[in-house]
């Protein structure tokens, strides 16, 4: 563990001083985390609104979270397939700008809003990530570009320590929008359950009766796609704390397509894989190359790594629904 943990420090900015620091309810906080704008997060395109050191009543849960990988897969006769960025910001409407101009955060007093709530034309000179903080929950909300697409990323904690990781894809006016093509997003999560680096995966199977949701363990580094019915539904835990986290990919998230590749993959956790290596412009192509990473790794008891994958499908609109997986506490928190 403290191999993971001097890699994990030595490769960070400091974002962890005010704004960056956020603890949330300001009074007795829940919870305790730093955030990295987009042009600042790490992995070769970026991560997005990346989140470090993320605890609930003052435990850690996760060591990094973010989406290092975006793509999209138009149909054939479309504009072809490829992969995207997400290290550049986009304005949006957000007022309450805290701190010196260029500082990137604010804490609006009305919910802020993204193309998301105008398809096709943007609007706004806010850039950066808006922190709306209520007696219930907290969320944060940025806006990436790439070429003429709009990405609206949020990250929502509750009270009851339920994390929703989202994204929600658009445009501004553009040929290519009016043909058929998949947006794909895929979230990175570093967990830290225990902080002895022995954490465990399980998944869970849906008996084909009503009844209790049947777990297996995993044992070496996998993937999996989701179920159609059910989505997918998978957990974290320490032994050693007797806690741990499931993570949640409704059915609307989708099952994977050859494009797609998976839904999870569960991997051990290595300083340099924050990302799959593949780059926007790299000789790979902008398919995912997790598959990479499966080199059957023992992950029954080691610092471990899920990503889940989410898509939403564009056929002639510029829509924004937003998808992507919930993380939820069990166990003694």
Known sequence: MLLVSLAYAQD?????????????????????????????????????????????????????????????????????????????????????????????????T?????????????????????????????????????GPYRYVQTWTFRMDGTIDA????????????????????????????GGDGKDTADEARFPATKG????????????????????????????SAQRGYEIVSPPSNGVADSWGVADLWVLAFHPNELDDGGARQGPKGGIVHLDDYLTGESVDGAPLVLWTHAFDRHDGTRRCRFVGPTLRPVGKW
């Open 166 to 193: 989202r994204i929600g894809f658009t445009s501004i006016f553009d040929p290519c929008q009016d043909k058929a093509h998949n947006h794909h997003a895929y979230w990175r999560f570093e967990f830290d359950i």
């Open 212 to 239: 209790a949701v049947q777990w297996n363990r995993f044992r070496t580094e996998t993937s999996r796609r989701n179920d159609p019915v059910n989505g997918g539904l998978w957990r974290v835990q320490s032994a």
């Open 12 to 108: 960070r900015p400091d974002i962890c001083a005010p704004p960056h620091r956020i603890e949330w309810p300001t009074e007795h906080p829940v919870w305790s985390l730093c955030w990295a704008a987009a042009d600042s997060s790490s992995g070769v395109d970026g991560s997005g609104l990346e989140l470090r050191d993320v605890s609930y009543r003052g435990k850690r849960v996760l060591r990094r979270a973010g989406i290092p990988l975006i793509d999209v897969d138009y149909a054939p006769g479309g504009c072809g397939s490829f992969r995207d960025w997400s290290h550049a910001l986009m304005t949006f409407e957000a007022d309450n700008p805290i701190g010196l101009p260029g500082s990137h955060y604010a804490e609006p």
């Open 110 to 146: 009305h919910p802020p809003r993204t193309m998301c709530d105008h398809p096709g034309t943007d609007a706004g000179d806010f850039e950066g990530v808006a922190a709306e903080k209520t007696a219930t929950q907290l969320v944060l909300t940025t806006q990436l570009q790439a």
